[in-house]
């Protein structure tokens, strides 16, 4: 919590405020690499490849499996085994569908125990919810992320959890923000989102009116200057002056 002093003006216009789930207030890339670190550690070809190109191309087919089971093509055991299939293809051409199954079963393990959260969501969270309704807005599976936000300590500080899977459609799509707008009684001007995905947050929160706020934790370049952004939610104070501040 702040001392008085430190404690920014909180402004009266703003109502609500949104938060994307993973990698905005949980860590899944930490995550995933550590987990990905624990499931190849003791087979052969890991110590001979190059770590960064291996995680680079489970990020690409992570998120392409990832659009294609929100579009119902895959159940999301299906997608899962094949991009797991597809990343070992270049490392471990030789290994046996029982073999891919057991590094599929190893990775399901590792990554629950692994799991971590970005540093201080938790306490930013707890600074807003007095003042503030709390929205997530995720493209995943609801059961997943309610279990994510249980595990973050978070459970008790969200108003309203609003999945793809729950509403149909994946951010950017308009829909999912009106729906959040709707749960939570509040209007795009009295609105903020914080997101790290550039397109599906805040392109997507600038298109239904609301203010955007990018979380930019990994230092790329920002393609739009009047966006405001943030690189970390630490120190508490800097990171609320910036979320909360007058349109």
């Given at each position: 919590m702040?001392l008085?002093?430190?404690?920014?003006?909180?402004?009266?216009?703003?109502?609500?405020?949104?938060?994307?789930?993973?990698?905005?207030?949980?860590?899944?890339?930490?995550?995933a690499?550590?987990s990905?670190?624990?499931?190849?550690?003791?087979?052969?070809?890991?110590q001979?490849?190059?770590?960064?190109e291996?995680?680079?191309l489970?990020?690409?087919?992570?998120?392409?499996y990832?659009?294609?089971?929100?579009?119902?093509?895959?159940?999301?055991?299906?997608?899962r085994?094949?991009?797991?299939e597809r990343l070992?293809?270049?490392?471990?051409p030789?290994?046996?569908?029982?073999?891919?199954?057991?590094?599929?079963?190893?990775?399901?393990?590792?990554?629950?125990?692994?799991?971590?959260?970005i540093a201080g969501?938790?306490?930013l969270?707890?600074a807003?919810k007095?003042?503030?309704?709390?929205?997530?807005?995720?493209n995943n599976?609801t059961?997943?992320?309610?279990?994510k936000?249980?595990?973050?300590?978070?459970?008790?500080l969200v108003d309203a959890?609003i999945?793809?899977?729950?509403v149909?459609?994946p951010?950017?799509?308009?829909?999912?923000?009106?729906?959040?707008?709707?749960?939570?009684?509040?209007?795009p001007?009295?609105?903020?989102?914080?997101?790290d995905?550039?397109?599906?947050d805040v392109?997507?929160?600038?298109a239904?009116?609301?203010?955007?706020?990018?979380?930019?934790?990994l230092?790329t370049g920002?393609?739009?200057?009047h966006?405001?952004?943030i690189?970390s939610?630490e120190?508490?104070?800097?990171?609320?002056?910036?979320?909360?501040?007058?349109?």
């Amino acid at each position: 919590m702040f001392l008085h002093s430190e404690k920014p003006a909180l402004p009266t216009h703003l109502t609500t405020v949104l938060f994307d789930l993973d990698d905005t207030l949980f860590d899944h890339i930490a995550t995933a690499r550590a987990s990905l670190r624990a499931s190849a550690g003791p087979l052969a070809f890991f110590q001979a490849i190059d770590f960064e190109e291996f995680y680079q191309l489970y990020s690409e087919l992570l998120e392409e499996y990832h659009a294609l089971l929100m579009a119902g093509r895959y159940s999301y055991e299906e997608a899962r085994r094949l991009r797991f299939e597809r990343l070992l293809a270049p490392y471990w051409p030789t290994a046996t569908a029982a073999e891919i199954d057991h590094f599929v079963q190893a990775n399901q393990l590792h990554y629950p125990r692994l799991r971590q959260p970005i540093a201080g969501a938790l306490a930013l969270l707890q600074a807003l919810k007095p003042h503030y309704r709390i929205g997530i807005i995720t493209n995943n599976r609801t059961v997943e992320q309610e279990e994510k936000l249980h595990f973050l300590g978070m459970t008790g500080l969200v108003d309203a959890l609003i999945t793809s899977e729950d509403v149909g459609v994946p951010k950017p799509n308009p829909r999912i923000f009106e729906v959040a707008l709707q749960r939570l009684s509040t209007r795009p001007a009295e609105t903020v989102l914080v997101g790290d995905n550039w397109q599906a947050d805040v392109l997507g929160a600038l298109a239904v009116g609301i203010r955007p706020v990018w979380l930019n934790r990994l230092g790329t370049g920002r393609p739009l200057p009047h966006v405001a952004e943030i690189t970390s939610f630490e120190p508490l104070a800097d990171a609320l002056r910036i979320i909360v501040a007058p349109s």
